[in-house]
């Protein structure tokens, strides 16, 4: 099969998976289109997909059109929603759910609506942008992601209310969708709130959060901070990890670790304490609802989930080289979080959708095939899918899509929040 053959079977796939997106005609036209040009241009710039739609009209005319819909009021939720209920099946009673909040920086954006100062995460500097909210889908130890959701927000927008209520809005949103007993909620330390502990309690979700070690927890009757119960919980378990240095040579980690059984003030559900030595000076502290027991491979389940969560920070940063995040350009507040969903779709197709099917491995081949890197494909592989992806379709003539299903009305209702009255 050539280029040509690989870029009209793209073209069909795409139309397959947003054939049932739940929206009107035109908005369904707007999501294929930005799919379309995110991945030939991988870029979130209007301009850029304009060009990459190639139409017999004035680029100008083409970009405005995009950004009129780019502006449509409820399409980030819906097509939120729409991921989500892709990835729900994918997600088992084990399946991590990784929640990363980050950010992107404008650092030279003065009109777009909104505009909060955030905080850097790469350069460690406070500068203008917004807020994400990311949660992903990933076995324990394992390798495929699902994106489950890529939330925008600003502490600056009328409708904000805490950057609790924020996290706790993707959370309820995937899951309600995925179903009760479904996946283990995992956090680094930003997730030590009392706030989120007692939601997630509530909703009887279970959860492996790091404490930063100030928490009160209630152990063997007392009441002590968590870094008290960790200086003396016995360690009686021992592992070796090997971790990759930035000279790329290895240095081996000699864990010990060790649990106690704890409660929340004012919970009565057991929660269980996992300390681990090893990783620095200070122990590392994870509270989690997975009962324990006197069992290595329990014990080490839990720390190599939380282990994962590290490895997912690359998702995030894929995204925002891949599709140039922080290159988004649009100025109001509903058409950013708008292009956010945009993003979400096309991490959502190219990590996800591309490779569902049997019949589409061979995609995956001429992506991987088609990217021109210099050193071969790395271990993350989504990066040379992406620019698979947009080699394929490079230059091609002016896509032509085709639904088959037929549209829906842009008056359906939205599901009911099941969890919505947890979130404060």
């Known amino acids: 099969m050539n280029l040509a053959q690989t870029a009209l079977r793209l073209r069909e796939q795409m139309c397959s998976f947003l054939g049932n997106l739940p929206v009107c005609k035109t908005a369904r036209r707007f999501a294929m289109e930005a799919l379309y040009g995110i991945q030939q241009s991988q870029s979130l710039m209007l301009s850029r997909i304009a060009r990459a739609l190639n139409e017999p009209i004035a680029l100008i005319k083409t970009e405005n059109r995009l950004s009129r819909q780019a502006a449509r009021k409820g399409l980030a939720e819906t097509v939120g929603d729409f991921v989500i209920n892709q990835g729900a099946s994918r997600i088992g009673a084990q399946t991590l759910l990784v929640i990363d909040p980050s950010d992107i920086t404008k650092p030279y954006a003065e009109k777009m609506e909104y505009l ?13 942008g917004y807020w994400l909210c990311q949660v992903v889908g990933v076995e324990c130890g394992g390798h495929e992601i699902v994106p489950l959701a890529n939330r925008l927000w600003s502490q600056k927008a009328p409708d904000f209310r805490s950057e609790n209520a924020q996290i706790l809005s ?35 979700l279970n959860f492996i959060m790091r404490l930063v070690g100030t ?8 009441k002590r901070l968590a870094v008290e119960i960790a200086a003396d919980c016995p360690l009686p378990y ?43 000076e200070k122990p590392l502290m994870i509270l989690t609802t997975v009962a324990l027991r006197k069992k290595r491979d329990v014990l080490w389940w839990v720390i190599e989930a939380y282990l994962t969560r590290w490895r997912i920070e690359e998702t995030l940063r894929f995204a925002k080289q891949s599709y140039e995040l922080e290159d988004v350009r649009v100025l109001s507040y509903q058409s950013l979080k708008n292009m956010m969903a945009m993003a979400l779709l096309a991490m959502y197709f190219s990590m996800v959708f591309l490779g569902q099917q049997t019949k589409l491995a061979i995609l995956c081949h001429h992506a991987l095939k088609a ?8 271990d993350f592989r989504y990066y040379a899918i992406a620019d698979g992806i947009r080699a394929i379709l490079a230059g091609r003539q002016r896509p032509v899509f085709d639904f088959t299903s037929p549209p829906i009305n842009d008056s359906e209702p939205d599901m009911l929040d099941l969890y919505g009255s947890w979130i404060t």
């Open 215 to 222: 928490r009160d927890l209630i152990c063997q009757g007392r």
């Open 170 to 204: 993707c959370v309820s949103a995937v899951a309600r969708r995925v179903g009760q007993g479904k996946g283990i909620w995992v956090m680094d330390r930003g997730g030590d709130r009392m706030n989120l502990f007692r939601a997630f309690l509530r909703m009887r």
């Open 238 to 280: 021992a592992e070796t990890i090997w971790r990759e240095k930035e000279d790329g040579t290895e240095k081996a980690i000699k864990l010990e670790f060790g649990y106690r059984e704890v409660r929340l003030p004012g919970f009565e559900r057991p929660l269980w304490l996992l300390v681990v030595k090893g990783f620095g």
């Open 371 to 378: 990217a021109k890197r210099l050193f071969g494909i790395p």
């Open 116 to 128: 909060a100062r955030v905080r850097d995460g790469s350069a460690g500097e406070i500068s203008n």
